[in-house]
C-alpha cells in the first residue's frame, strides 16, 4: 500500500488560508468518505483535526475545515495562527481493510 | 479522562525483538480497537496494525506479517505490541491509538515511544 501523498510544505501568512491536498486512489480516498486529517506539532503525538472527510472533533477550531473530490482529499486552514505551524497527514481506510496515511506537510506561518 | 499511557524508550541490537506496551484508561477498554502506528525520523506516520481488545482480533499491514505481535490484557486494559527481527529501518516512534469500531478515524493517542535500533 503507498502512501498518500502531499505536498512537503505549504506556508502562508497569518489570517490567510491555506489548502493541503492529499491524493490518493480508488482503493483508499476515493473509494471511502473515511478520511481524516491530525495535526502534530514537534516532539508530539497526532492530534485529530478532521474525520470523515469534513466532520470537526469537539474543540477543534472551524477554521479547519475538509473536503474530498474524486481520488483527492483537502484540508483548509483559515485565518492562519502562528499555532497552526506545525505537521499535517490525512489517512484514509482502504479496501485492503487496512489504513494509509499521507507522506505529511510541513506548514510555516510567515 | 481518557489517558493512553506507553513504556519508555528502548535502545536494541539488530535482529533483537522489542516489545512496546499501552496502558489505558478512562474508557471501557474493550468497547474500542487499538491502533498502533511509527513514525520514523524525519519521516511520516504508517500504520502498523489493529487488535480489537474485545477478542484479541488482530489485523497487521502486509509489511510486518510474520514479525508483528499484538496482544491484550484485560484485566489490565493494557496492549501490547512485539517487534522481531529488527533493522535499523525499524528505528522509530511508536504511537498507540484508540478507534472506535468501524469509525476508521484515531480520536486519542498515546504519548509515543522510542525505539532506535543500532549495533
Known amino acids: 500500500q503507498s502512501a498518500l501523498t502531499q505536498p512537503a510544505s505549504v506556508s502562508g501568512s497569518p489570517g490567510q488560508s491555506i489548502t493541503i491536498s492529499c491524493t490518493g486512489t480508488?482503493?483508499?480516498?476515493?473509494?471511502?468518505?473515511?478520511v481524516s486529517w491530525y495535526q502534530q506539532h514537534p516532539g508530539k503525538a497526532p492530534k485529530l483535526m478532521i474525520y470523515?472527510?469534513?466532520k470537526r472533533p469537539s474543540g477543534v477550531s472551524n477554521r479547519f475545515s475538509g473536503s474530498k473530490s474524486g481520488n483527492s482529499a483537502s484540508l483548509t486552514i483559515s485565518g492562519l495562527q502562528a499555532e497552526d505551524e506545525a505537521d499535517y497527514s490525512c489517512?484514509?481506510?482502504?479496501?485492503?481493510?487496512?489504513?494509509?496515511f499521507g507522506t505529511g506537510t510541513k506548514v510555516t506561518v510567515l | 479522562q481518557v489517558q493512553l499511557v506507553q513504556s519508555g524508550a528502548e535502545v536494541k541490537k539488530p535482529g533483537a525483538s522489542v516489545k512496546v506496551s499501552c496502558e489505558t484508561s478512562?474508557?471501557?477498554?474493550?468497547?474500542?480497537?487499538l491502533q498502533w502506528v511509527r513514525q520514523a525520523p524525519g519521516q511520516g506516520l504508517e500504520w502498523m496494525g489493529t487488535?480489537?481488545?474485545?477478542?484479541?482480533?488482530?489485523n497487521y499491514a502486509q509489511k510486518f506479517q510474520g514479525r508483528l505481535t499484538m496482544t491484550r490484557d484485560t484485566s489490565t486494559s493494557t496492549v501490547y505490541m512485539e517487534l522481531n527481527s529488527l533493522t535499523s529501518e525499524d528505528t522509530a516512534v511508536y504511537y498507540c491509538?484508540?478507534?472506535?469500531?468501524?469509525?476508521?478515524?484515531?480520536?486519542?493517542w498515546g504519548q509515543g515511544t522510542l525505539v532506535a535500533v543500532s549495533s
Open positions: 478512562g474508557y471501557t477498554f474493550t468497547n474500542y480497537y
Open positions: 480508488s482503493g483508499d480516498v476515493g473509494g471511502y468518505n473515511y
Open positions: 470523515d472527510v469534513s
Open positions: 489517512s484514509s481506510f482502504t479496501t485492503s481493510s487496512t489504513y494509509v
Open positions: 487488535i480489537n481488545p474485545s477478542h484479541g482480533t488482530t
Open positions: 491509538a484508540r478507534e472506535l469500531p468501524k469509525t476508521c478515524f484515531f480520536d486519542f
